[in-house]
Structure formats: C-alpha cells, structure tokens
C-alpha cells in the first residue's frame, strides 16, 4: 500500500536482540521512515544441508540444483550435527525474543538473494512497498558472495540495499590505528600493543529494544511463503529434525558413547543461553581462574565455552568485557559473592581479554589475506622457495588422485584410509584418539587437543592439513571461518607463525604433561582404560603381549597397526612442578600468547575464541597454539618422533643440537592451489540431493594396510633440567 514503506532486516552471524546495531538504531530513532520490519533467518544451501527440508519425490528438486554441499578437498559435509542442532535452538531462541519484543522472526531455506527477490515480489503483489534490505557484513567469500548477490537482486528491483558493519568483536574496526587490514601487524603482539590498554578499548554496549519499540511485523497474509522446493516446519522439533537428520551420520561408523564421558560443552544455543554462560563464567570464577585452567581436557569449567555463541553472534565480545568490567570494579551485586570482586583486572580476566582480541585478529588476518587462507600453501605459497623449484617446496600427502603427484610417498587410496582413521579416532595414539572421539561425539575439544591434532596430521603424517580443517568444519559446534581456517594454517606451519617449520609438538609428552592421570584419554579411548601403565595408554603399540591380552586389546589395529608410532621411554619420575593444565610464563614473541584468539595461531576456539593457546617455558617441549617457543627440529611434518630416552642425570639449561642426516623424501605437492579453491564456495562441490554421501548412508574403508616403516631422518638430542630426550625423526611410509 501506498502509505507503507517495509524494511526487509537479513541476520545471518548476529543472531541477539542485545548489542544489535541495527534493532538498536529501529528503537531509538524516531524518523528512521520505515512502517514495518521484516527479520529473516536463511538457512544457507552454501553451507547446510538442506535435504531434510524437502520431499524425496519434489518435483521442483532437479530445478533448483545441489542442496547438500561438501566440503571441497575431504568430501565433508559443511555442517554436522552439532553445529546444526546449535543452530537451530538459536535461531528458535532468537524467535521467542523478536515475538516478545512484539515482532517476529521469519525463517526460510535456500539462497538469500532468491528469498530476497520472492519476498519483495510477494510484497508487491499485495500492493505493498519495500523500501531497503539490511544485512550485517561478514568475512569470507561465501560470505560477501551472498551480500553482493543480494545487492544485485535488490539493484534489479529498484530497492535499497545497505551493508551494516560487524560489531561482535572487542575492538570496533573504527578504532583501530590503521586504515585498511592490509596494514593489519603481521604478528600478534605488534597488533596487541597497538590497541592497549584493552580494558579501554571496547566502546560501550547498546541497549536491547524496549517491547513496542520497533517497526511492526508484517502481517502474515501479505509474507510470501517458501518457494520451492524446500518447506521449513513451524515446530521447533521438527525443525531440529529437518537439519540434524541429513548429517547425524556424517561421521560414518561410530563407536558407542563411552558410558563415562561427558560432554565439555552441554549448553545450549540462544542468546539467552549465552548470557547465562556469560553470567556463570564470572560468578563462579571460572574467568578469574581462566589463565591456569585454560589447558585443561576434561570438565565445563576449564574455559570460558563463550566461543560457539560468538561465532552465532548471540554474544558479543564486548558484552563479555562490560561483564568483566562489573566485576572488576564492583558495580553489579551479580557477581558480589566471587572472589576478587571489586579488586580490579586479574590474571583470569586480562587473559580473557587477550582471547577476545586474538579472535579479532583472525578475522582481520582473514579479511588481509582472502582465500589464502584455504589454500594448501596458505601464505607461503606466494614465496617463491616454495613454489615448484623452489629450496622449500611443501609437498602435502593427499587421497586424491587427480591432485596427487606420481612417486607421492604412499598411494591416495593409503592415505584415504589413515585419514579415516585419524579422523574416526583409532590411530593408536592416545590423546589424538581422544580428542577426535571427543569432538566426534559432542561437537568440541579443549584448545591444547586442537592444537596437538592439527600439528600430528600436518607434522607427524605429513597429510593436507585441509582435510583436518574441513572435518572441524564438520564437526565443531564453535566453528568460525576465520578462527578454523587460520589456526589450522598456523600450525601446519603455512600462516603467518614464525617458526613454523620447526614447531613440532610430541603427542606422547603433550598427554604426560596434560592429562597427568591418563583421565581423558581413558574416558574418551575406553579400550586403553584397563592398561595400568600411562605409556601404554597414551600409546597401545607400547604395552606388552600380556598387558594387551588382559585389556582385551589383542588384534586391535591401534596396537597391531598404528597410524605413527612415537618411541617415549620414563627412566624413574622426572622431576617437574608442572601441574597438568597450568599455563606457564614464558617469555613472548612473535604471534603472541593465546588461546583462542584466532584459530590460525590457536585452534578454533572456545573462549573469547575458542582457541586457546598458551606460552610454554622455552624448557618446555610443548607448544602453545601460538606458542613461540619450540625445539629446533626443522621437520616440515613428514617425520616421526622418537623420544628414545630419558633419564635424571642431566642438570642444566636445555642444551638442542640438531644432527641432519637426510632430507626427509617428501610427497607430492598439491600446487594448483587455485583448483582447490572456487570464489564464493568454500565447500566446491555441494553434492546435490545426496552430495558425497548417500542421504542417511555412511563412508567407509577396508582396514588400512600402510606400513610403518622409518626411514632415514633426523635427530635432536635435548637435555634439561631431569630430563634427557632425544628426537628421531624419520620419514613416514
């Protein structure tokens, strides 16, 4: 109608009415011309599978094209069942609060630019006018693909199109010291010092719409329905039902739910869930506690779990800090019965906030450098030592045979299945099987597995580290493009860390060193849990014939065939003070310390980002996600490591000598970066009707038959304070 002019709101990562730019601008400007507020949620067929949303005999299902896509290098689906189920009780949450602030929240499937075009089409033919199209700017090509399509579709039909600014993060993008993030520090702490003191930084909260207080909600007489082929259901359960079902088995075959693990992250998505999160996190201390615990494996309260409701966008970072801020200088009786209240910022809360920026930073290390993030080189691929020729040429092992050079160290069919393994949790190594148990079953795994899992595919085996980032893709419940993607490329030694070549973390240290008892690896790996002796829980191979009879173990390929073996030996009890989760100080450098600031330095986070890296001791063997104190064993990932012994005769600094006597032969190089990588589809290949995977089917492989045989290497010999290791590194089979 002439009289009506309708404002079409697209949320995508913002999904909160609290700390909303634009309901916040609808509520407290009185001119702002619009009569009626359409929001509207799209369930994108780039990055879900829409499958459970249409009829197996629709007609219109060949018409409209692929509904089920896959991830580009793995095959994976984009979005598993945890994120999916997250997903939907957020957006359901985000309903009830838009309908109590008397408004509504229209949900659709498909393309955004075609949901755009129908609504305003179906507005029109009902005679009334629809005056702009809003949406929030994100990072990504998928992502500013759909803002410029959209854009075009509004262009086309002579309606207005405005492109809102992202404020979920801790500093606003207008406040930072440089123009454009191509000037963006090209390590963390340069960035770190430039926008301290944090706790000045962040600008203030907005204020949530009062009831009544935005444009109203159209009637649902004039709303166009969903085309088709797709129908979106009005019960929520059935909803949930509609997401989950098409990839509840995108995992394959699956071992039973251990009887005594529990999830680390059982909480539910919805901006209201958030802030009570966010509440719980400062009133029980688990913020104050956070720089000590941060490393933990096992629990709820170990980190913040704040990363899966800010990559949703239902929490803010700076609603986290104001938070923080309340308790710090006493001015909510909300948290008056914590510790430390009113006594200013503590270790616990200044790491925090190092996460929350270290989140930033991906997405600005992510907007600098575009899809090179997704590319099997990353950042090093415009170096010309690492191009074809070149001294440093990277050479990734790959399943895929149109991509895999001849002479590649084991053939693609080998390596397909190790991935299965590797992915399916049965390597036979402990803390890695644990952590991909884990995230297979819930959806999330701490910081410190994320860390150890990405660098034992990359390093230790040697394989495509997208076929690692793609499965998080899957599988996380916290999963952001920017935090994933870059933290996987930094540790596999392709981003911008600064020792990348010889960060080299020992997974059979890293469980000693953080899962003291063997807790973790027992709960998740309960074959393991009958085996008394640490060595052999963290690594079955090691156990003797009887000790593997008694736990049941004989003919389990984690003994009998295990995807990499690390030799670790314990001469008496080496003397340390560390505790099993505790981050300790060490001196900075480089990229800075953090856990979950980004995923390209940390891992894809939880907490302010889920991804939480730590310093370590430059003693220390172990490496934070971001950490830039590590051994000098310069192998890129195509080498074992054998801890061959250990003893307490050796005081004294930590003394490295490396000792190169061959270089490790390495597989073919996946160099068409380009063909791995299409604009606007992160995913390639979205598989159709059925993608990749067979609707409510399974992958599966014969039991791997690789060997595991050395090869000539390297060694590094390392002597501390009771300890006294040396490193094998020899080349995988």
């Known amino acids: ?27 407290s400007t009185p001119d702002h011309g619009f009569t009626h507020l359409l929001p509207v949620y799209v369930f994108p067929d780039i990055q879900m599978d829409l499958s ?28 598993g069942p945890h994120r999916a189920k997250f997903i939907a009780e957020t957006v359901w949450d985000l309903k009830s609060s838009l309908e109590d602030l008397g408004s509504g929240l229209v949900l659709r499937a498909g393309d955004h630019a075609r949901v755009v075009s129908s609504l305003v089409k179906g507005f029109r033919k009902n005679l009334y006018k629809v005056g702009a199209v809003w949406i929030t700017g994100l990072v990504g090509s998928e992502e500013v693909g759909q803002e410029r399509a959209v854009s075009e579709a509004c262009k086309s039909l002579d309606v207005d199109f405005k492109l809102w600014s992202d404020e979920k993060y801790f500093i606003d993008d207008r406040d930072l010291n440089f123009g454009t993030p191509k000037e963006l520090p090209p390590v963390f702490t340069t ?29 649902s007489s004039i709303i166009a329905p969903q085309a088709k082929p797709f129908t979106v259901p009005n019960e929520y359960d059935d909803l949930e039902d509609a997401l989950v079902r098409p990839v509840e088995r995108c995992a394959g075959r699956q071992p039973a739910f251990p009887k005594e693990a529990k999830s680390a992250h059982p909480f539910k998505g919805g901006e209201k869930a ?17 720089k000590d615990t941060r490393n933990g494996l096992l629990g709820e309260d170990f980190s913040t779990k704040f990363s899966a409701y800010l990559a949703q966008g239902t929490l803010t970072a700076r609603q986290i800090h104001a938070a923080l801020l309340e308790y710090e200088d006493g001015k909510s009786e909300l948290y008056a019965k ?14 925090v906030r190092n996460e929350l920026l270290w989140r930033d930073y991906m997405r600005l290390y992510h907007k600098k450098f575009d899809d090179k993030l997704f590319r099997a080189h990353g950042l090093k691929g415009d170096d010309p030592k690492y191009q074809d020729g070149g001294e440093k040429r990277l050479h990734w092992k790959t399943a895929d045979k149109s991509t895999a ?10 390596i397909a299945k190790i991935i299965e393994r590797f992915n399916a ?49 899957m599988m996380l419940i916290d999963y952001d493009v920017s935090s994933n993607w870059a933290n996987w490329q930094y540790v596999a030694g392709v981003g911008n860390d600064p020792r990348s070549e010889s960060r080299l973390f020992n997974p059979v240290k890293q469980a000693f060193d953080y899962d003291k008892q063997g807790d973790y690896v027992r709960t998740w790996v309960p074959e393991v849990s009958k085996l008394k002796k640490l060595e052999n829980v963290f690594q079955a191979c090691t156990a003797s014939e009887e000790d593997i009879e008694v736990a049941g173990l004989a003919g389990n390929p984690m003994v009998t065939d295990p995807v990499k073996k690390i030799e670790f030996s314990v001469e008496g009890k080496p003397r340390t003070n560390k505790r099993s989760y505790v981050r300790r100080k060490g001196r900075k450098q480089g990229g800075g310390d953090s856990d979950e600031k980004g995923d390209g330095q940390k891992d894809d986070g939880d907490d302010a980002g889920d991804n939480e890296s730590s310093h370590t001791p430059q003693r220390d063997l172990t490496q934070g996600w971001r950490s830039q104190h590590s051994p000098t064993t310069s192998s890129r990932g195509h080498a074992s490591t054998d801890i061959r012994k250990i003893d307490r005769k050796t005081d004294g600094p930590l003394v490295v000598e490396s000792h190169p006597k061959h270089t490790p032969p390495t597989g073919p190089s996946m160099n068409n970066d380009s063909s791995h990588r299409v604009p606007s589809n992160r995913g390639g290949s979205r598989g159709g009707r059925g993608g990749f995977y067979p609707r409510g089917g399974s992958r599966s492989y014969a039991p791997p038959t690789h060997s595991n045989n050395r090869g000539p290497g390297f060694s590094v010999s390392l002597s501390m304070a009771g300890w006294r290791c040396t490193f094998m590194s020899p080349c995988i089979s």
């Open 1 to 27: 109608m002439a009289d009506t002019n309708i404002l079409i709101y697209l949320l995508r990562k913002d999904l909160r009415v609290a700390d909303n730019p634009v309901l916040h601008y609808l509520a």
């Open 338 to 351: 914590a510790s430390g209240f009113g006594q200013g910022e503590n270790e616990g809360t200044k790491a």
């Open 425 to 473: 949790g049965t390597t036979g190594m402990g803390l890695i099987d644990a952590a991909q148990r884990e995230l297979m079953f819930t959806g999330y795994t701490s910081n410190r597995a994320r860390q150890n899992v990405a660098n034992f595919l990359a390093k230790h085996l040697g394989i495509d580290w997208r076929y690692g980032a793609e499965w998080y893709e």
């Open 274 to 290: 958030a802030h009570k999160r966010l509440e719980d996190v400062v009133r029980s201390e688990v913020a104050k506690n956070y």
């Open 191 to 219: 960035y770190l010092r430039s926008v301290e003191p944090l706790r000045e930084k962040p600008r203030s909260v907005l204020s949530p719409p009062a009831r009544s207080s935005l444009p109203a909600f159209p009637e």
């Open 52 to 79: 459970g949303f249409v009829d197996d005999d629709d007609e219109d299902l060949d018409q409209y094209g692929e509904i089920s896509p896959r991830s580009r290098v793995g095959h994976f689906a984009r979005c």
């Open 405 to 414: 050079e001849a002479g590649q160290e084991s053939e693609p069919a080998a």
